[in-house]
């Protein structure tokens, strides 16, 4: 990323090394934490164990991403789109069912307490600037990278914004506090055992979709780092027929089986 090349460049080697290992890190990490955060979710559908599907997802997206770009971001268009269409539903079905009282007062522990929570929602913005890893693989970068950066980031505001308004307006207080899946709570109230369903899929797409952008972005650290020397040109090996580096996508992927199965 620009960021890592920026701290090699004014600090020295050794700093855009540490710098890029961190980078790569979190978001393994990241991505792992993302496929295992699908347990609530999954848990509403299937009595299959998290552990199981989410190291058979992680695979199933190394191979993907193996396989080539492209087809990664077919299935990522397919995900969001999925998503999306999911959470318009959620809104404009859920709008009819808010109670404005739940608003009142607006700010019941003052404005600290926004900032306190902003924090906990801040990391969903946090690879949004990730997408500069791929940039040698997106047509006419210097132009897509930042527009598609500032697209994602109002659309994506816009709509978490009114999934929130939806779910604090249609469930009590009380409720939001307890509940490890507050999304499909709000979809059972207006919509029924549908509704919980429907919005449980769209988390395991939400998950899912973060899981393979994390695999994307994380795998190709390691080609940079290895071209500056900084760590085995073993990373940087492309498949002759895919053009993609398979060792460096491999390596992230067994990071995140050992995450998913040693963190769980």
């Not at 913005?125 to 132009?143: C, D, Q």
Request: a positive charge; glycine letters at 10%.
């Amino acid at each position: 990323a620009a960021s890592d090349v920026y701290k090699r460049q004014s600090m020295g080697p050794a700093v855009g090394t540490i710098s890029g290992m961190a980078s790569w890190l979190s978001l393994g990490f990241k991505s792992a934490f993302a496929l295992i955060g699908m347990s609530a979710y999954v848990a509403l559908i299937t009595d299959i164990p998290i552990t199981v599907i989410a190291i058979i997802l992680c695979l199933f997206f190394v191979i993907l991403n193996i396989i080539g770009i492209k087809e990664a971001g077919i299935v990522q268009r397919f995900l969001v789109f999925g998503l999306v269409g999911i959470l318009l539903f959620y809104i404009s079905y859920g709008f009819p069912s808010i109670e404005v009282t739940r608003f009142v007062p607006f700010i019941p522990y003052g404005a600290r307490s926004i900032f306190a929570t902003a924090g906990f929602v801040f990391i969903s913005y946090g690879g949004l600037t990730k997408i500069a890893s791929v940039a040698e693989e997106i047509k006419n970068p210097g132009r897509n990278i930042p527009l598609g950066m500032i697209l994602s980031i109002i659309f994506a505001g816009v709509l978490y914004a009114l999934v929130v308004f939806v779910t604090t307006g249609v469930l009590e207080a009380e409720e939001l506090h307890h509940s490890l899946t507050p999304i499909s709570d709000g979809a059972h109230t207006f919509a029924g055992g549908f509704g919980g369903i429907i919005m449980a899929l769209a988390a395991i797409l939400a998950f899912t979709s973060t899981a393979n952008a994390g695999i994307i972005s994380a795998s190709r650290y390691p080609i940079a780092m290895s071209r500056d020397r900084a760590v085995p040109d073993f990373f940087n090996r492309l498949n002759p027929r895919f053009k993609t580096p398979p060792n460096s996508i491999i390596f992230t992927g067994l990071f995140m089986v050992l995450a998913i199965a040693f963190l769980r």
